[in-house]
């Protein structure tokens, strides 16, 4: 039986808590949990370790993130030997056989390395609809996959290749960590995932939904649920650190360019002050995500320490 170990990050994470450990237990496979606490302040930190003892907790003495925090679980699980490293969100849960059956998808496939990340089919905290942005993602490829097809006509294939799926709930074996790494530290909150998924594919391998398998994610169903008054769009600074787009940093600043010339012009102050402080960001911060872009392209254990 291979070693997997779940990794959740937490945050004030009480409301989830009970039921998300609760089904750890209850996998049909045996798992690992290690938890990395960001400055819970709801009591859930006394919780989980009282509760569920056997779960592997570490207290950060700062709030460092989502990518940051997984980054040390990944860590610790890979010199722990863990086969597989499975991110899963706080506020969410397995079923009994979720886990089993994406390793059996795994063990299934021909060619082990190509499988970079695997996901289960993400339904909301209703149990009876889909999860919103799984919805979305499908959605997105249906040329390439025909997954809407299958399921009316009732025949699913063992798992369909997507272009991204949320880091809610993934499945790493252990050559994705060898091969990619952890995620990249630039990022707090957000965007993490779409960077990630970026290297996979840079390094030819394949982000998988499994049908099979299901699971839960008791996240907000909006399409747009993140404030960018809290968390910065550094979705300009993603392209340029991908590694699949060649000159990416020289065409968004020309592309920034010539949004603010089109702004000024049309009178549009607010909206040419905005995209002027983001080339100003780039421009200092132009090194950094030249040296980011080239270490992601690298073979390793990129972002740990290990």
Not at 19 to 25: G, K, T
Not at 69 to 88: Q, R, S, T, V, W
Not at 263 to 278: H, I, P
Request: proline share 4%; with cysteine.
């Amino acid at each position: 039986m291979p070693k997997t170990t779940v990794i959740i990050v937490t945050y004030n994470a009480m409301k989830w808590a009970e039921r998300c450990f609760n089904s750890l237990r209850e996998s049909s496979v045996p798992l690992d949990c290690i938890v990395i606490d960001n400055g819970s302040t709801d009591g859930s930190q006394e919780f989980i370790k009282n509760k569920f003892p056997e779960v592997d907790f570490i207290q950060s003495p700062e709030n460092l993130g989502f990518g940051k925090a997984n980054n040390i679980g990944i860590e610790k699980a890979y010199k722990n030997g863990a086969d597989f490293f499975y991110l899963m969100n706080q506020d969410a849960w397995l079923y009994e056989d979720s886990i089993e059956k994406l390793l059996a998808v795994f063990e299934s496939h021909a060619k082990k390395d190509e499988m970079g990340i695997l996901s289960p089919m993400h339904i909301d905290g209703s149990e009876k609809l889909l999860d919103i942005f799984l919805d979305k993602y499908i959605a997105t490829n249906f040329e390439k996959t025909r997954l809407i097809s299958d399921l009316y006509f009732q025949n699913l294939k063992p798992y369909y290749e997507l272009s991204f799926i949320n880091a809610a709930h993934w499945l790493l074996p252990r050559n994705t960590i060898e091969t990619i790494g952890g995620f990249n530290p630039y990022f707090f909150h957000y965007g993490e995932d779409v960077e990630y998924v970026n290297r996979v594919q840079f390094h030819q391998k394949k982000v998988v939904l499994v049908p099979s398998s299901k699971v839960v994610h008791d996240g907000k169903q909006i399409l747009g649920k993140v404030d960018y008054t809290k968390y910065a769009d550094l979705g300009i600074e993603t392209k340029i650190m991908n590694p699949n787009l060649p000159n990416a940093l020289l065409l968004e600043k020309k592309s920034l360019r010539q949004s603010m010339v089109k702004n000024m012009f049309t009178g549009n102050r607010s909206r040419y002050k905005t995209l002027q402080e983001k080339y100003r960001k780039i421009v200092k911060e132009e090194k950094t995500l030249t040296e980011l872009r080239n270490q992601v392209k690298e073979v390793g254990l990129t972002f740990l320490n290990v």
